[in-house]
């Protein structure tokens, strides 16, 4: 039987006419019109303008950065995450803090982020900011983690690597932080094989990390350098195969919502096996279609079930391993 995998790409004609260009016009590197029309189709998307990246983990590492995180910080992050959520807060000496999720959605407790806002208040020292994950193309519950920490007056980051084409309240993901990260890698929902894209608020912010994601190159024709760059910008001929990936963004969105919707119906009468749940603050693109297994009332265990998909040639896997419990945090 052939494998069926969690989440592959799916290439389609309008990459390759796009990328093709990009070869005909030999804008392979990190400049070229693909990469400007990828920021601005992106921008129109989200709301906000952007600089397209190599990475998402790149693009939260800039966002940190411009959101003033330093050596001793504390950034409050959620525990239940992939684990570029917080790679980041360590590579700029800082300390994440790592905070349990509510039941809706799966992502972090608004009321969990307010505890510990006020104990550091209390303290006399605030984290520098907050990174809010929309986990597997859930939106957070944004107003409540926003109102508590626009009154500590501590900055949000939303990563939103994994929900591109998710909605909160009528907006898109990603257009309420005053910084936001998405990310284009391999299994996401829509790729350029490896990317990323950091939008903000301001202007300024994101002509910041463009700098810094090309070596901050002083202007003028010596290679000098007042401040530490990175390696970050993403290629034209990756910005090419974004563009195209962009166009079938919303039927790929329809796609994933399918294939979770069949699993519900399909699993409607068995106890004990608990969708992932849809609040009813925005649009969810089901990245991925995640279960919870009660082994007792279900008759079998989580790794039973995944071992019976391997059986059939199924990819599947247990949902992120929490930060709190890794061996390397
Ligand atoms: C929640 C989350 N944050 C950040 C990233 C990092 O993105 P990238 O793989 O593009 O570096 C990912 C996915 O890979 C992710 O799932």
Known sequence: MKRIYLSVPHMGTQEEVFVREAFASNQLSTVGPHLDEFEREMSSLVGLPAVALSSGT????????????????????????????????RYLGAEPIFVDSERASWNMDADLVAVVLKKRAARGRLPRAVVVVHLYGRSADLDPILEVCGRYEVPVLEDAAQALGATYKGKHVGSRGT???????????????????LMAQKQELVDKARFWSTQARDPGVAYEHSELGYNYRLSNVLAAIGRGQLRVLSERVQQRRAVFTRYCEALADLPGIEPMPQPSWGQHTNWLSCFLIHPN???????????????????????????HLQPFW
């Not at 950065?65 to 980041?88: H, I, M, Q, W, Y």
């Not at 910084?179 to 894209?197: Q, R, Y």
């Open 297 to 323: 009332q279900f008759g079998a265990s989580r790794d039973n079930v995944l071992n019976a998909l391997a059986a059939h040639n199924i990819e599947a896997r247990p949902v992120w391993k929490p930060m």
């Open 179 to 197: 910084v936001t990260a998405f990310s284009f890698n391999g299994n996401k929902i829509i790729t350029t094989t490896g990317g990323g894209m």
């Open 58 to 89: 790149a693009a939260i590492h800039l966002g940190l950065r411009l959101l003033g995180v330093k050596p001793g910080d504390e950034v409050v992050t959620p525990t239940l995450t992939f684990v570029a959520s917080a790679n980041p807060i």
